[in-house]
């Protein structure tokens, strides 16, 4: 007795130590929560292979208002922009904001989404509770549950009617052996088929055991989620629930191998289980079952991971919204114009924000190199496109149409290919040609058209591609050192503007602010000799731009 007594104690303390410990935890994590909250996520470590899985898999791209493509994507520095606003909790939900990022839904789907962002905005409480719970979901395994929903489709086995025989079988000679012991040897052999069938089985399982338990893990998460009054008026009943609960006796099972093989003290235990399993295909029936009812609620599992992933990634944006920084909520309108004040890139520290009206025109900007043009186009891009996925932008005020967004920014040659920049520009422009001819507008943005070739077929072909994209309801921002494009453009509904520098005290200084009109300054010789080269090329060059320009 004294024993059972001594055990007994050890097992409370035990308890009471992991009940501490846990609470421990919970309360040091919610002050995190707290200490973190409207700030800029800390560096961490993206792996955006696993994380674009669910954006990349997607079955419903068609039905996006629009997919911001891989090129627009580097154009625009989006996973550094990512990395920036990602404040998820749950691995679920930071997969669901990647998603988000470059899918443009339907107006309506974004003003549902800004609710959500808005309830969490508004009461402290809940978002914290919510952060706690997403927080379980927030190790790497719970990528896998994605897996579920666009991993490969394992086919119900054709010989279940082989494995229900040899079951029969063994419970047949199991009690024949009690009438003539000869009789359970009989069950050695099918003991062999049956090892061959579970460890053949066994791969599919493995691939299938993480997001297994990841799902029975998310489904109790979304169940708590829902039982919060504020979340159940905003999405009403969550009928997706009852039916992953019509499977979860199966997933619970398929999950419970990976809670003991995590544990050193149960090894005993699953090797016991392991051999009950394999005596009557146990894994094998139910793996088969599970696969059926997975097919069958795929639809209930995407439903469970968009549910998370959207309370996940709209708690994200509230925390985006309360940062101390400049941001506004979007307007949306139909006609051809762009309309922002104090707009900013939020890549860049301490920018310089600008402001811009424009009706029914499109956009050429000149300047220097570091002046600032590029960038501007970039803020105009990024700031549409967040409008657009998160209902926020880094300005003051903003008024634009729902776009769709291309972009030719960064190209390169490539070698492997044997292909020229030339080349590469032809054919990324051709897509931007292409979607123009879209009912919806497009919003084209386009740094140094051309650049790869000549500059008479430079000037030539681009005044030509710029006049063509511009129209319709279509707006173009494009960035020039073609001066000449200027005068060719301003008759073809181009608004002229620039950015310049200044030199003062030999040096070179900027102010990154875009002024109307085309640019009426040269200082590239002026900078060459401020960075003191041979007074050779100095006059070389001057006396040619004298007698040729």
Not at 330 to 343: D, L, Y
Request: charged letters at 25%; one cysteine or more; a positive charge.
């Amino acid at each position: 007795m004294n024993w059972f007594l001594g055990l007994l104690l050890v097992l409370v303390l035990i308890y009471l130590y992991r009940h501490n410990a846990k609470k421990k935890a919970l309360k040091k994590l919610k002050n995190s929560l707290l200490e973190n909250w409207g700030k800029k996520p800390a560096e961490k470590r993206f792996d955006f292979t696993i994380i674009g899985n669910y954006f990349l898999n997607n079955r419903n791209r068609e039905k996006a208002f629009h997919i911001i493509s891989e090129k627009t994507q580097i154009d625009l520095d989006l996973h550094e922009l990512f990395k920036n606003i990602d404040s998820t909790c749950s691995k679920i939900g930071q997969q669901y904001l990647y998603f988000k990022l470059r899918t443009v839904q339907s107006i309506e789907k974004l003003l549902k989404f800004d609710s959500l962002t808005q309830l969490f905005l508004q009461h402290k409480t809940l978002r914290i509770n919510c952060q706690l719970l997403l927080s379980q979901l927030n190790t790497n395994s719970a990528y896998d549950l994605e897996k579920l929903i666009h991993g490969k489709q394992v086919k119900k086995s054709n010989i279940l009617w082989l494995v229900y025989s040899l079951n029969i079988a063994t419970i047949l000679f199991f009690c024949l052996g009690f009438y003539n012991s000869i009789f359970f040897f009989f069950i050695v052999p099918i003991y062999l088929v049956n090892m061959f069938l579970h460890v053949k089985n066994k791969k599919n399982v493995s691939y299938y055991l993480s997001g297994v338990k990841q799902l029975s893990k998310a489904s109790r998460v979304a169940k708590e989620l829902s039982e919060f009054k504020e979340i159940k008026q905003q999405y009403g009943t969550f009928p997706f629930l009852k039916k992953i609960d019509a499977i979860k006796l199966k997933t619970e099972f398929l999950g419970f191998e990976t809670t003991l093989l995590t544990n050193e003290y149960f090894l005993a235990i699953w090797m016991l289980i392991e051999l009950v399993k394999v005596l009557f295909n146990i894994e094998y029936i139910i793996f088969n079952s599970f696969i059926e009812g997975v097919t069958k609620e795929k639809d209930s599992i995407e439903e469970l991971f968009v549910f998370i992933g959207e309370i996940d990634a709209a708690i994200a944006t509230a925390s985006l919204k309360s940062r101390d920084i400049e941001t506004c909520t979007p307007v949306f309108t139909n006609e051809k114009q762009i309309s922002a004040e104090a707009i900013s890139h939020p890549l860049v520290e301490d920018c310089i924000s600008n402001n811009l009206h424009i009706q029914d025109k499109n956009v050429l900007i000149t300047g220097s190199n570091m002046s600032g043009k590029t960038t501007f186009i970039r803020a105009i891009a990024i700031n549409s496109l967040v409008a657009q996925t998160l209902n926020v932008c880094f300005a003051k005020a903003y008024k634009a149409p729902f776009f769709k967004l291309y972009s030719s920014i960064r190209i390169a040659d490539d070698v492997l290919k044997s292909t020229s920049y030339y080349l590469e520009e032809v054919v990324a422009v051709k897509e931007l040609i292409n979607a123009s001819a879209a009912k919806e507008p497009c919003l084209f943005i386009l740094d140094e058209l051309f650049k790869g070739t000549n500059t008479i077929e430079r000037i030539s072909g681009g005044k030509g591609i710029l006049t063509y994209l511009g129209k319709q309801n279509n707006m173009v921002f494009v960035s020039t050192h073609d001066i000449e494009l200027t005068e060719l453009l301003q008759a073809e509904s181009y608004e002229l503007y620039h950015f310049s520098e200044t030199i003062a005290n030999e040096v070179l200084v900027f102010d990154h602010k875009i002024k109307a009109g085309k640019l009426k300054t040269q200082n590239a010789i002026k900078i060459l000799e401020l960075y003191e080269y041979p007074e050779e090329i100095i006059l070389d060059a001057k006396k040619t731009k004298r007698d040729y320009f």
